[in-house]
């Protein structure tokens, strides 16, 4: 009997050693032994991997087997910290920190569990966790692309580089540990060029951020070549006015002049000076202003970077014909600008050259729109009204000062030249004259430099 009982014992074992040895085979299939581990001798230890779902499985980003459901896979591997990673064929992506210890550690892939379920980024190879986590603990994915060369910083500490272009964006992944990180990034060009961010890690999870800095380096420099393209443009738009005589005041067969206007009188302009050739661009203006420090004025929403600038004081005005060596234009040098040889109330037909109340479409224009007068001088009639140097005298004409004049001495308004868009006919001509306080009613410059005078800028403004 006792030989029997010990038959029937010896017989549950081999059945139980069988199993056991199939159980073995078909966990093997589909695996792919691992590299060693680094350092780690002879010494092995058991990782048998479990998966809820079919999956690819990776030991360090290297493939190890394929997993199904039910069905485990056992591998030999050195002991030590692997990063496990799983991929569904549908793009699941799960992953883990996992120490494996001999004789033997169990990993379960469960996607149902919480894993990163949709997620379909690509997978870049894991890099060096700037947080590493505990041994045994889970563990997320962050991974960073880049447009332009960058520094990166981690929670205060430095991740490394990372270089890339607009066209080809560079990428690189971190092992993080779950929760709150700060990521910084700066350019390699410019420490002055950033961006930065706070991105919530997830247990086997990844997050992806794009620090894109390629367009804020491009400002950087638009904005340090914007001083030298501002004067080499504003220095371009500039025309020679020879010096000569007119008649200064109402136009032969004007019936319309007013009294301010009168008498007509013989004047010269004894110098040749320079005049820019189109009203000031509210681009200029904005730009010079912003280097300057100072605010510009607001526009209206008709305005555009090639519509005159308004809204603008005389001393205003002023402080921006200094910046670039010159000067608001004298009463008369504006008149004999104007004619450019004429002696009629306009240089042609108002509607050739001037924006009024009649074709404006209640808005001014971008300058040039019209046509230029003999000096190539545009919008000296219509579109926005333009400040003189003067001071305005009502009886200022009778005076009847030939060579260069230039207004009374004092005064409690400016000149006023030009009509503007909102102006009927009447009031653009060249001899009507009008007035403003200089502080208090915005309104256009026009510059003119000084007879011979240099064109340099002021230090402030390029510094």
Same mark, same amino acid.
């Given at each position: 009997?006792?030989?029997?009982?010990?038959?029937?014992?010896?017989? =549950?074992?081999?059945?139980a050693?069988?199993?056991?040895?199939?159980?073995?085979?078909?966990?093997?299939?589909?695996?792919?032994?691992?590299?060693?581990?680094?350092?780690a001798?002879?010494?092995?230890? /058991?990782?048998?991997?479990?998966a809820d779902?079919?999956?690819?499985? *990776?030991?360090?980003?290297?493939?190890?087997?394929?997993?199904?459901? %039910?069905?485990? #896979?056992?591998?030999?591997?050195?002991?030590?910290?692997y990063?496990?990673?799983?991929?569904?064929?549908?793009?699941?992506?799960?992953s883990?920190?996992? &120490?494996?210890?001999?004789?033997?550690?169990?990993?379960?892939?469960?996607?149902?569990?919480?894993?990163?379920?949709?997620?379909?980024?690509?997978?870049?190879?894991?890099?060096?966790?700037?947080?590493?986590?505990?041994?045994?603990?889970?563990?997320?994915?962050?991974?960073?692309?880049?447009?332009?060369?960058?520094?990166?910083?981690?929670?205060?500490?430095?991740?490394?580089?990372?270089?890339?272009?607009?066209?080809?964006?560079?990428?690189?992944?971190?092992?993080?540990?779950?929760?709150?990180?700060? +990521? *910084?990034?700066?350019?390699?060009?410019?420490?002055?060029?950033?961006? !930065?961010?706070?991105?919530? $890690? =997830?247990?086997?999870?990844? @997050?992806?951020?794009?620090?894109?800095?390629?367009?804020?380096?491009?400002?950087?420099?638009?904005?340090?070549?914007r001083?030298?393209?501002?004067?080499?443009?504003?220095?371009?738009?500039?025309?020679?006015?020879?010096?000569? !005589?007119?008649?200064?005041?109402?136009? %032969?067969? %004007?019936? &319309?002049? &007013? *009294?301010?206007?009168?008498?007509?009188?013989?004047?010269?302009?004894?110098?040749?000076?320079?005049?820019?050739?189109?009203?000031?661009?509210?681009?200029?203006?904005?730009?010079?202003?912003?280097?300057?420090?100072?605010?510009?004025?607001?526009?209206?929403?008709?305005?555009?970077?090639?519509?005159?600038?308004?809204?603008?004081?005389?001393?205003?005005?002023?402080?921006?014909? !200094?910046?670039?060596?010159?000067?608001?234009?004298?009463?008369?040098?504006?008149?004999?600008?104007?004619?450019?040889?004429?002696?009629?109330?306009?240089?042609? #037909? $108002?509607? @050739?050259?001037?924006?009024?109340?009649?074709?404006?479409?209640?808005?001014?224009?971008?300058?040039?729109?019209?046509?230029?007068?003999?000096f190539?001088?545009?919008?000296?009639?219509?579109?926005?009204?333009?400040?003189?140097?003067?001071?305005?005298? @009502?009886?200022?004409y009778?005076?009847?000062?030939?060579?260069?004049?230039?207004?009374p001495?004092?005064?409690?308004?400016?000149?006023?030249?030009?009509?503007?868009?909102?102006?009927?006919?009447? /009031?653009?001509?060249?001899?009507?004259?009008?007035?403003? =306080?200089?502080?208090?009613?915005? =309104?256009?410059?026009?510059?003119?430099?000084?007879?011979?005078?240099?064109?340099?800028? %002021?230090?402030? +403004?390029?510094?």
């Amino acid at each position: 009997m006792d030989q029997g009982r010990g038959l029937a014992r010896w017989r =549950r074992l081999r059945s139980a050693l069988v199993v056991g040895a199939l159980l073995l085979s078909a966990a093997q299939v589909g695996a792919v032994p691992p590299k060693a581990k680094a350092g780690a001798g002879a010494q092995k230890a /058991t990782l048998l991997l479990a998966a809820d779902v079919a999956c690819t499985v *990776k030991l360090d980003g290297e493939k190890v087997a394929d997993l199904v459901p %039910d069905t485990p #896979t056992k591998l030999e591997v050195a002991p030590g910290e692997y990063l496990v990673s799983a991929a569904t064929p549908d793009g699941q992506k799960w992953s883990k920190a996992v &120490e494996v210890k001999a004789p033997k550690t169990v990993v379960k892939v469960e996607f149902a569990g919480g894993g990163s379920a949709g997620s379909s980024a690509p997978r870049a190879a894991p890099a060096a966790p700037s947080a590493p986590a505990s041994k045994g603990v889970a563990v997320g994915t962050l991974l960073v692309f880049a447009d332009a060369p960058i520094e990166l910083e981690i929670d205060g500490k430095a991740a490394g580089s990372l270089s890339g272009t607009p066209e080809a964006p560079g990428k690189r992944t971190f092992m993080l540990t779950p929760g709150k990180h700060f +990521l *910084k990034a700066v350019s390699q060009e410019s420490s002055e060029v950033s961006a !930065s961010a706070d991105v919530q $890690i =997830r247990e086997g999870s990844q @997050e992806i951020v794009r620090a894109m800095v390629a367009d804020q380096i491009a400002e950087r420099q638009a904005q340090r070549e914007r001083p030298k393209r501002l004067r080499e443009e504003i220095d371009a738009s500039f025309v020679s006015i020879p010096a000569g !005589s007119f008649e200064m005041g109402c136009s %032969d067969g %004007d019936k &319309e002049c &007013e *009294k301010n206007e009168k008498p007509r009188h013989p004047v010269r302009i004894t110098k040749p000076f320079q005049m820019m050739k189109s009203e000031v661009r509210w681009a200029w203006f904005r730009d010079w202003a912003a280097l300057a420090g100072r605010e510009a004025p607001a526009q209206p929403d008709w305005s555009g970077e090639s519509v005159p600038v308004v809204n603008v004081t005389w001393n205003e005005a002023q402080a921006f014909c !200094s910046a670039f060596g010159g000067r608001l234009p004298t009463e008369a040098e504006w008149e004999y600008a104007a004619r450019a040889g004429t002696s009629a109330a306009r240089y042609a #037909t $108002i509607d @050739e050259v001037a924006w009024y109340s009649g074709n404006s479409g209640k808005q001014a224009h971008p300058v040039g729109g019209k046509k230029p007068n003999a000096f190539g001088l545009y919008d000296m009639l219509g579109n926005v009204w333009e400040w003189c140097a003067d001071w305005y005298g @009502e009886k200022y004409y009778k005076e009847k000062v030939e060579a260069d004049p230039a207004g009374p001495s004092s005064g409690e308004w400016r000149v006023l030249r030009g009509g503007s868009w909102y102006n009927d006919p009447n /009031t653009v001509r060249a001899s009507y004259r009008s007035r403003v =306080r200089a502080g208090v009613t915005r =309104r256009q410059p026009r510059v003119s430099l000084s007879p011979g005078r240099e064109f340099p800028c %002021d230090s402030f +403004l390029f510094t």
